[in-house]
Nanobody, 124 residues
Framework: QVQLVESGGGLVQSGGSLRLSCAAS????????VAWFRQAPGKEREFVAS????????YYADSVKARFTISRDNAKNTVYLQMNSLKPEDTAAYYC?????????????????WGQGTQVTVSS
């Protein structure tokens, strides 16, 4: 089992930045794929970014490319999502997710472990 806890959400003005954190505990290893998803009110959950912990590559949704960066701190077992140039349409609950075995996927159904989410609100 892996436990994921997100933090770092909040209210920010359009054009601003936030950094989300996802702290992992439990049965962690380098063979996990970790991803961020988000869900806006009335919309389906959508993929934001992912990477393979062992260094197999990073992936981004087109809507966030060049604005968001996913990274990790191995010593802290923590994954970050640096969000720059935020727009009102980035407003959503952001979730950290993980799946074992270095799977490359943008589908939420492929992820086994989920955090509780953190709210990001971008004002215009």
């Amino acid at each position: 089992q892996v436990q994921l806890v997100e933090s770092g959400g909040g209210l920010v003005q359009s054009g601003g930045s936030l950094r989300l954190s996802c702290a992992a505990s439990g049965r962690t290893s380098s063979r996990y794929t970790v991803a961020w998803f988000r869900q806006a009110p009335g919309k389906e959950r959508e993929f934001v970014a992912s990477f393979i912990w062992s260094g197999g590559g990073t992936y981004y949704a087109d809507s966030v490319k060049a604005r968001f960066t996913i990274s990790r701190d191995n010593a802290k077992n923590t994954v970050y999502l640096q969000m720059n140039s935020l727009k009102p349409e980035d407003t959503a609950a952001y979730y950290c997710a993980a799946v074992y075995n270095n799977i490359v996927s943008k589908r939420e159904t492929d992820y086994s472990y989920w955090g509780q989410g953190t709210q990001v609100t971008v004002s215009s």
